[in-house]
């Protein structure tokens, strides 16, 4: 790659013509081939043949350096897998908190099932975006769902409570300036200048958002009042959150309120709350745990059709000639329902990594872009009038009513003359090219690791519950504007904002609140209860015997099913970097990868030495299989169950199921791993070590 190439992929000029800066700053594609070129393919096959600009900057030179970036002599060095948050070095990643890193892996985890490689040029020069045939399924729906909860509704709640903040005189100075400024700009009939540099003064300067607007915990400001408030939870724990629930990590509790948050849907929602996923679910035999299961979200309809029959209502698809085709509608249209919600929780990760850019992504030049799109409509606003504007909006209105008949043939000779066309002019290939999402840049910060020989240290495990104490609050997560104190509160306002108070979580509109919340089963109700899950838990554990036995009389599907309910020993889950135990047909050993031989490689064996001194530099290991790292086009997350399996296994045995990979080579050949502890380490290693370009399904 020529100099020129690495600094307009980077969005740094350094000391060549201004105008691979130019390029970069400007919102156009970086690449035409999709409409130019759209069936050639582009292969590689190592990170260092850098095909999109997250494999260029994981293999760069970065000026400041975590443990990860550092030189290595050794084939893999272990950075803190399986240690305790304390004893893990920091920063991993230079410009990043170890918090913040886990953050992204966690959600990460969560986010992406299935990646296929892609041949073709990627949009924005990123590899990982969702395929436009991405599958449906209710967990994935489930996963969505979550992820807009966590970037949308909880940064749109933000900005509701600093509109409140502003509004409600407490913090009067400050309110003070911005009456001042809005009416100064009124009278001049420089509203529209006003906001427009106020825009580009926020995007540019990203110190002037914490002067214009003071941060102070989402969870400790009213939204009606803008005062200060009680956390929901009853303590301020976290500062990101709408709760302020105390947290073991950063962004736990948003991740947890994401979780409730999906819970409280219904019918639709309901399913996916169950983890419902027949595409990563093995395939199920007369006699499987699977199959003897009915499936539970069946309850909620049933429910719906029983109160309809106590009314006098007929029930059933014989009565109701609606119920069919509704609930084929209604499912048929989830999967564009699902892509939307991911593609605005895209472009809101984009739009937040584009102002606040983390390394080793540029600093700068998507801040330059934003500024220099507002830029031009301060000049105009200069210079229109009211009149001119509304006369312009008004005549688009009427063009665009009315003007179908050459509306419709222009696009119909642009489709034409350029097929696919519409991709160019997609945000991620113009405004925010170049921009990635929390998942594009997660998948950065595991290629650097994987670049210098130094895998990622998964997040930490914690079982404890967090603690019920206020977390420690810095000038970063409460500060005010000048003489102002924050919130315009008192020291003993905030402290007694922050302590605990245990009846504060409970607390509800009214009794008919109370009423409709509360769900008693009563002491009768809890032995049946009780009794029910007794039975069904020696049933589970019948029928994971007889997998054994059924095993060995040549059950493919029983082979799958073995060791995928782990005894509970947390030793189980000490595995990584390297070898990860694993099954293969029902055989237990290892998935291990080697990256010191010609061909990087990940195999399986059953040698049982593996256990004690690992499978690195050795010669005299015999896999069962090996899959060069470069061959693998598709990896899969499967599930040790089917999915009402492990909601009953995880009822009534109170155990972790052990879920298996899919990886797919470029011939074809599919490899399952089962019994797989650490399957999501696996996979991060296994889509970050090699050159391919990923599609996420």
């Given at each position: 790659?020529?100099a020129d190439?690495?600094?307009?992929?980077?969005?740094?000029?350094?000391?060549?013509?201004?105008?691979?800066?130019?390029?970069?700053?400007?919102?156009?594609?970086?690449?035409?081939?999709?409409?130019?070129?759209?069936e050639?393919?582009?292969?590689?096959?190592?990170?260092t043949?850098?095909?999109?600009?997250?494999?260029?900057?994981?293999?760069?030179?970065?000026?400041?350096k975590?443990?990860?970036?550092?030189?290595?002599?050794?084939?893999?060095?272990?950075?803190?897998?399986?240690?305790?948050?304390?004893?893990?070095?920091?920063?991993?990643?230079?410009?990043?908190?170890?918090?913040?890193?886990?953050?992204?892996?966690?959600?990460?985890?969560?986010?992406?099932?299935?990646?296929?490689?892609v041949?073709?040029?990627?949009?924005?020069?990123?590899?990982?975006?969702?395929?436009?045939?991405?599958?449906?399924?209710?967990?994935?729906?489930?996963?969505?769902?979550?992820?807009?909860?966590?970037?949308?509704?909880?940064?749109?709640?933000?900005?509701?409570?600093?509109?409140?903040?502003?509004?409600?005189?407490?913090?009067?100075?400050?309110?003070?300036?911005?009456?001042?400024?809005?009416?100064?700009?009124?009278?001049?009939?420089?509203?529209?200048?006003?906001?427009?540099?106020?825009?580009?003064?926020?995007?540019?300067?990203?110190?002037?958002?914490?002067?214009?607007?003071?941060?102070?915990?989402?969870?400790?400001?009213?939204?009606?009042?803008?005062?200060?408030?009680?956390?929901?939870?009853?303590?301020?724990?976290?500062?990101?959150?709408?709760?302020?629930?105390?947290?073991?990590?950063?962004?736990?509790?948003?991740?947890?309120?994401?979780?409730?948050?999906?819970?409280?849907?219904?019918?639709?929602?309901?399913t996916?709350?169950?983890?419902?996923?027949?595409?990563?679910?093995?395939?199920?035999?007369?006699?499987?745990?699977?199959?003897?299961?009915?499936d539970?979200?069946?309850?909620t309809?049933?429910?719906?059709e029983?109160k309809?029959?106590?009314?006098?209502g007929?029930?059933?698809?014989?009565?109701?000639k609606?119920?069919?085709?509704?609930?084929?509608?209604?499912?048929?249209?989830?999967?564009?329902?699902?892509?939307?919600?991911?593609?605005?929780?895209?472009?809101?990760?984009?739009?937040?990594?584009?102002?606040?850019?983390?390394a080793?992504?540029?600093?700068?030049?998507?801040?330059?872009?934003?500024?220099?799109?507002?830029?031009?409509?301060?000049?105009?606003?200069?210079?229109?009038?009211?009149?001119?504007?509304?006369?312009g909006?008004?005549?688009?209105?009427?063009?665009?009513?009315f003007?179908?008949?050459?509306?419709?043939?222009?696009?119909?000779?642009?489709?034409?003359?350029?097929?696919?066309w519409?991709?160019?002019?997609e945000?991620?290939?113009?405004?925010?090219?170049?921009?990635?999402?929390n998942?594009?840049?997660?998948?950065?910060?595991?290629?650097?690791?994987?670049a210098?020989?130094?895998?990622?240290?998964?997040?930490?495990y914690?079982?404890?519950?967090?603690?019920?104490?206020?977390?420690?609050?810095?000038d970063?997560?409460?500060?005010?504007?000048?003489?102002d104190?924050?919130?315009?509160?008192?020291?003993?306002?905030?402290?007694e904002?922050?302590?605990?108070?245990?009846?504060?979580?409970?607390?509800?509109?009214?009794?008919?609140?109370?009423?409709?919340?509360?769900?008693?089963?009563?002491?009768?109700?809890?032995?049946?209860?009780?009794?029910?899950?007794?039975?069904?838990?020696?049933?589970?554990k019948?029928a994971?015997?007889?997998?054994?036995?059924?095993?060995?009389?040549g059950?493919h599907?029983?082979?799958?099913?073995?060791?995928?309910?782990?005894?509970?020993?947390?030793?189980?889950?000490?595995?990584?970097?390297?070898?990860?135990?694993a099954?293969?047909?029902?055989?237990?050993?290892?998935?291990?990868?080697?990256?010191?031989?010609?061909?990087?490689a990940?195999?399986?064996?059953?040698?049982?030495?593996?256990?004690?001194i690992?499978?690195?530099?050795?010669?005299?290991?015999?896999?069962?299989?090996?899959?060069?790292?470069?061959?693998?086009?598709?990896?899969?997350?499967?599930?040790?169950?089917g999915?009402?399996?492990?909601?009953?296994?995880?009822?009534?045995?109170g155990r972790?199921?052990?879920?298996?990979?899919?990886?797919?080579?470029?011939?074809?050949?599919?490899?399952?791993?089962?019994?797989?502890p650490?399957?999501?380490?696996?996979?991060?290693?296994?889509?970050?070590?090699?050159?391919?370009?990923?599609?996420?399904?």
């Amino acid at each position: 790659m020529s100099a020129d190439e690495e600094n307009k992929r980077n969005g740094f000029s350094g000391q060549n013509t201004t105008l691979p800066k130019m390029v970069d700053v400007l919102p156009i594609p970086s690449t035409t081939q999709p409409v130019s070129e759209p069936e050639k393919h582009e292969i590689a096959t190592t990170i260092t043949d850098e095909p999109t600009l997250s494999h260029a900057l994981a293999t760069d030179d970065h000026e400041e350096k975590g443990l990860a970036q550092q030189e290595h002599d050794e084939e893999v060095v272990d950075l803190g897998w399986n240690e305790k948050k304390e004893e893990i070095a920091a920063p991993l990643v230079g410009g990043l908190d170890n918090e913040d890193l886990w953050l992204l892996i966690r959600r990460f985890n969560k986010q992406i099932y299935h990646v296929k490689e892609v041949p073709t040029a990627v949009p924005g020069d990123l590899d990982l975006n969702i395929a436009d045939d991405e599958e449906f399924s209710p967990d994935k729906l489930r996963a969505n769902v979550e992820r807009f909860y966590m970037t949308v509704v909880v940064g749109v709640l933000a900005a509701i409570k600093h509109i409140m903040r502003l509004r409600s005189w407490r913090e009067t100075r400050r309110t003070a300036w911005f009456c001042a400024a809005y009416f100064a700009a009124w009278a001049f009939d420089l509203i529209v200048p006003l906001l427009t540099s106020t825009l580009i003064t926020l995007i540019v300067y990203p110190r002037s958002r914490d002067i214009l607007f003071p941060p102070a915990p989402i969870a400790m400001v009213d939204s009606k009042s803008g005062g200060v408030q009680k956390p929901k939870a009853g303590v301020l724990g976290s500062t990101d959150s709408a709760t302020g629930a105390p947290q073991n990590f950063k962004g736990e509790a948003v991740e947890q309120e994401a979780s409730n948050f999906v819970n409280g849907f219904t019918s639709i929602v309901v399913t996916s709350a169950t983890g419902k996923n027949p595409q990563a679910s093995p395939p199920s035999e007369t006699g499987s745990p699977d199959d003897s299961i009915p499936d539970p979200t069946g309850v909620t309809v049933a429910a719906a059709e029983a109160k309809d029959v106590a009314a006098g209502g007929k029930t059933g698809p014989k009565h109701d000639k609606t119920k069919v085709p509704v609930e084929t509608a209604m499912w048929t249209k989830m999967r564009p329902i699902m892509h939307g919600v991911a593609d605005v929780s895209d472009t809101w990760e984009r739009l937040a990594n584009a102002l606040s850019p983390t390394a080793p992504f540029p600093r700068d030049i998507y801040r330059l872009r934003l500024a220099a799109l507002i830029a031009p409509l301060f000049l105009i606003s200069l210079f229109v009038t009211s009149y001119m504007f509304i006369k312009g909006v008004t005549f688009g209105i009427g063009f665009g009513f009315f003007g179908d008949p050459i509306l419709s043939r222009g696009l119909k000779w642009l489709n034409h003359r350029f097929p696919n066309w519409q991709k160019l002019l997609e945000l991620r290939n113009t405004i925010l090219k170049g921009v990635p999402t929390n998942a594009q840049l997660t998948i950065t910060l595991l290629r650097i690791g994987e670049a210098n020989k130094a895998p990622l240290p998964p997040p930490p495990y914690i079982s404890e519950p967090p603690p019920e104490k206020p977390t420690d609050i810095t000038d970063a997560e409460l500060r005010a504007t000048g003489a102002d104190p924050p919130l315009n509160a008192t020291d003993e306002e905030l402290r007694e904002a922050m302590e605990h108070d245990p009846q504060t979580a409970h607390e509800t509109g009214g009794p008919d609140i109370d009423a409709a919340k509360g769900s008693k089963h009563g002491k009768r109700g809890s032995k049946i209860l009780g009794l029910f899950k007794g039975t069904t838990k020696g049933a589970v554990k019948t029928a994971i015997g007889t997998d054994h036995a059924r095993a060995k009389a040549g059950s493919h599907h029983a082979r799958n099913r073995l060791g995928a309910v782990p005894r509970p020993n947390a030793a189980d889950r000490i595995s990584g970097p390297v070898d990860f135990k694993a099954r293969y047909k029902g055989s237990k050993g290892h998935v291990y990868i080697t990256t010191k031989s010609t061909i990087p490689a990940v195999s399986f064996s059953t040698d049982e030495t593996i256990e004690k001194i690992g499978s690195q530099e050795r010669e005299d290991l015999h896999p069962l299989w090996t899959i060069a790292i470069g061959d693998i086009a598709e990896l899969k997350k499967v599930g040790g169950y089917g999915w009402k399996a492990k909601i009953v296994v995880g009822w009534s045995l109170g155990r972790e199921v052990a879920d298996g990979l899919e990886i797919t080579d470029r011939t074809g050949n599919v490899r399952r791993v089962t019994a797989l502890p650490m399957r999501d380490e696996l996979f991060n290693r296994l889509v970050a070590i090699g050159g391919q370009k990923w599609e996420a399904w």
